[in-house]
């Protein structure tokens, strides 16, 4: 196999032996999170994402290379493979590449050229290649045979143009030139297919659309392959025709010889019959998967940001997951989040109705002594806010949280175990609560596809997105660690070198032997060996455990260091711990070794400072504005608090309590010009907006986060230092015009 340390590294800008570093790292069973996070001094600090690209780019190039390998298989067998062709399928760095080079042998159904083969007219076509001052026609006549189905000169010659337009259509040079022409000059052309106007409205602004390949972006892209594919829309790819004709002319025909003039014909056929399909869908399948990779990483991207959106941590929780009809479901949690109590309560059925769920809810909030009421923000959820809002509770904080995905929950394997005995509405409000308390212990048990953010992700190809959902959901448990004690099997399988099973074997330990009192209790968890301790340990925290580091990122292969330190100053770890002042005197520099440096010291220090310190935000308390419940409620310029939803390429979606949120476009996201939507914004975070426009008819809120600018004020007229006079103009005074000119002269002089 290849080596190709040096080709990922010039490509990465990285050094050879990051890679080579990162590569062993992972060939041992490492992960991302750990090599990132315990194995600066090997990688050069490189952080997740890196290390990731190092990863995927060498699968890539593995892939590259078993096509490779089966393709000289392909060629040894057919007696194809000479050293030239070995020495260009060696050097092609791309599959494209690979497969032109492969094409002109690759075994094929019966086609227009082969067909003429069978009938002796390869030497014929070999004629019109060579295109010599001969007469072709006189040529053509000796092909002549009924037998073999050649009657006429003609049928001969178009026999041999077939060869020759199939030579051209599997040409890599002229396939790489055409190809190079229909991204760089090609445009993409999407009309309204017949009769589906009405049917497809969603998809007006592409009923008659043209737009360059080369600069399309990917959400226009995946929007118009979704129409083609609901039979909405006509999608075609147009590169400038001529012109291509041109460039295969200038490559393929040589004089104005008989020959050169059949040449041209087998050209333009190649072209419109071979090439030109070929390439079409070349480039629908490169186009894609540019889209779906900027797609991807959007979907990823705003993941992240969700999953590690501020948690209110552990409170009592009265959870509500309204309805009108069927009523709202309310469940009330400890402060693990463990089901204490359910009820429905009917407070938009009458003023009966709401008496009651007024007395039962003040009922369970004293019994329960909630600190919190989280509401989901799906149908009835303003309306319920508000009837709650108006009890007074005890200022007991209100919030609204973003239910997306809790019916999902609700129905799973997952719930169905945690609450075999409650039907999906009690399940659904419990993940609401659950959510406000700690987003990322909730959401890991959904499916990433369902949690309300990304753009275009059931249209991308699904493996390459659950991968990076993976990842995604790896990198965000890890960064911000578990409590071993009371983390949830789903929560744990996404620990580094964990995975489902040894997570459900964790779980079984605790419930067997109770808490864990020591990281290295781990040991004893069945099947969780020397290196799924060594991968997960970091990222497991004790409180209150008999080490005081087991509740740290203090990796447990580091406490001798720590001890080390705390000895040298004549103190114990838990006063490193408490005391800032002693933390002061550590000189990082006495402890560097041949496998510790500054970057793994920087951290320590750091984490015995803040130790299993929460990375995300603080969480800040938010309301909507009263009385605006409904699109109905909007008027244009109204300024109102709303919580972003979710980013994509072209924007920011807001919630402002209407149940249908607003698009803040990407030119209204700031008073500067920007050119991703991550420069200004998160998702989950709090801003204010602006509605600019509001079409009821289609449910589509414009919205703007520009600060509004005072009206400039007009300037002061200043007085003219000359002051015009009707009539003729004033001469230039003597001091002054007279000079100007000769000066101007002067130049006009020295320039001329």
């Known amino acids: 196999m290849i080596d190709h340390t040096k080709k990922i590294a010039e490509e990465l800008s990285i050094a050879g032996k990051q890679v080579t570093a990162v590569l062993a790292l992972l060939e041992e069973g490492g992960t991302i999170p750990f090599i990132a996070r315990y194995r600066k001094e090997l990688t050069g600090s490189l952080d997740e ?26 060629l040894t067998d057919l007696g194809k493979l000479t050293d030239g062709l070995k020495t260009q399928l060696d050097h092609a760095d791309t599959m494209t590449l690979l497969e032109d080079i492969y094409l002109p042998y690759r075994p094929k159904r019966k086609t227009r050229a082969s067909a003429a083969r069978e009938k002796g007219l390869q030497p014929l076509a070999d004629l019109l290649l060579a295109q ?24 001969a010659l178009a026999g041999a143009r077939d060869i020759v337009a199939e030579h051209i259509a599997e040409h890599a040079e002229a396939r790489a030139a055409v190809r190079k022409l229909f991204i760089e000059k090609g445009t993409f052309r999407s009309k309204v297919a017949d009769g589906k106007e009405e049917a497809g409205q969603k998809y007006k602004d592409y009923f008659d659309w043209t737009e360059p390949v080369k600069s399309a972006p990917s959400h226009r892209v995946l929007a118009m392959r979704r129409g083609e594919k609901e039979e909405i829309l006509w999608l075609d790819v147009q590169p400038p025709e001529d012109e291509a004709i041109a460039l295969l002319d200038h490559q393929f025909v040589n004089g104005y010889h008989t020959a050169s003039d059949q040449v041209r014909l087998a050209v333009a056929d190649s072209y419109k019959r071979l090439l030109k399909p070929s390439m079409e869908t070349e480039v629908r399948l490169l186009t894609r998967q540019k889209a779906d990779e900027e797609a991807i990483r959007v979907f990823a991207e705003n993941a992240r940001q969700l999953l590690l959106a501020a948690p209110m941590g552990q409170k009592k929780v009265m959870a509500i997951d309204p309805g009108f009809r069927t009523g709202c479901k309310v ?14 309560i009917f407070p938009h059925t009458g003023a009966g109705g709401a008496r009651e769920a007024e007395k039962t809810l003040r009922h369970l909030s004293e019994k329960h002594a909630t600190e919190a009421i989280a509401i989901g923000n799906g149908t009835a959820g303003r309306e319920t806010e ?15 949280v973003n239910e997306s995905g809790a019916s999902v929950y609700s129905a799973s394997e997952v719930a169905r175990q945690e609450f075999p005995a409650q039907d999906v509405t009690v399940r659904g409000a419990v993940s609401i609560g659950r959510r406000l308390m700690d987003p990322l212990a909730e959401l890991v048990k959904i499916d990433p596809k369902s949690i309300g953010v990304g753009q275009y992700q059931h249209d991308v190809d699904q493996a390459r997105l659950q991968a990076s959902l993976d990842d995604t959901v790896v990198s965000c448990v890890n960064a911000v660690g578990v ?30 032997n109770g808490a864990f009192k020591r990281r290295d209790e781990l040991r004893k968890v069945a099947r969780l060996g ?44 838990a006063d490193l711990l408490k005391d800032a002042e002693l933390r002061k005197k550590i000189k990082l520099k006495d402890y560097v070794s041949e496998n510790i440096g500054l970057p793994t010291l920087s951290d320590i220090v750091k984490e015995l400072a803040k130790p299993g310190l929460d990375p995300r935000e603080q969480f800040e308390a938010f309301s909507f504005t009263e009385g605006v419940n409904a699109i109905g409620d909007l008027k244009v310029g109204m300024k ?11 924007g920011a979606f807001v919630d402002i309590g209407v149940h249908q949120d607003g698009l803040v476009h990407l030119s209204q996201l700031a008073d500067r010009y920007i050119k991703d939507p991550n420069e200004v914004v998160k998702v989950a975070q709090h801003v204010e907006v602006t509605v600019t426009e509001v079409d009821v008819n289609r449910k589509r809120i414009s919205l703007s986060m520009k600060q509004a600018r005072e009206p400039r004020k007009p300037a002061e007229k200043k007085q003219q230092p000359f002051p015009r006079t009707q009539g003729k103009p004033q001469p230039a005074k003597e001091s002054g015009g007279d000079d100007m000119l000769s000066k101007l002269a002067a130049l006009k002089n020295k320039f001329s």
Do not use: W
């Open 132 to 155: 010599t001052s001969a007469d072709i026609r006189v040529a053509a006549a000796t092909f002549v045979d009924t037998e073999k189905g050649v009657a006429t000169a003609e049928e």
């Open 331 to 344: 469940v009330c949690l400890d402060e693990q989040g463990q089901l204490l109590e359910y009820t429905a």
């Open 530 to 573: 020397d290196k799924a301790f060594e991968q997960a340990a970091g990222f497991l925290r004790i409180r209150n455990a008999v080490h005081p580091l087991d509740a740290s990122a203090v990796h447990p292969e580091r406490y001798p260091l720590v001890e080390k330190m705390a000895a040298d100053l004549g103190c114990g770890i």
């Open 640 to 650: 109102l608090p709303g919580i972003i939803t979710n980013i994509t390429a072209f």
């Open 49 to 74: 994402v890196q290390v990731a690209a190092i990863r995927d780019r060498s699968q890539q190039l593995k892939e590259l290379d078993k096509r490779r390998e089966a393709i000289i298989r392909s």
């Open 386 to 400: 508000t009837f709650i809002r108006n009890l007074g509770l005890s200022q007991i904080p209100v919030i609204m």
């Open 483 to 512: 409590e071993l004690n009371t983390a949830s099997k789903q929560i744990l399988s996404y620990i580094s070198g964990l995975g489902p099973q040894l997570a459900q074997n964790i779980v079984e330990y605790r419930n067997k």
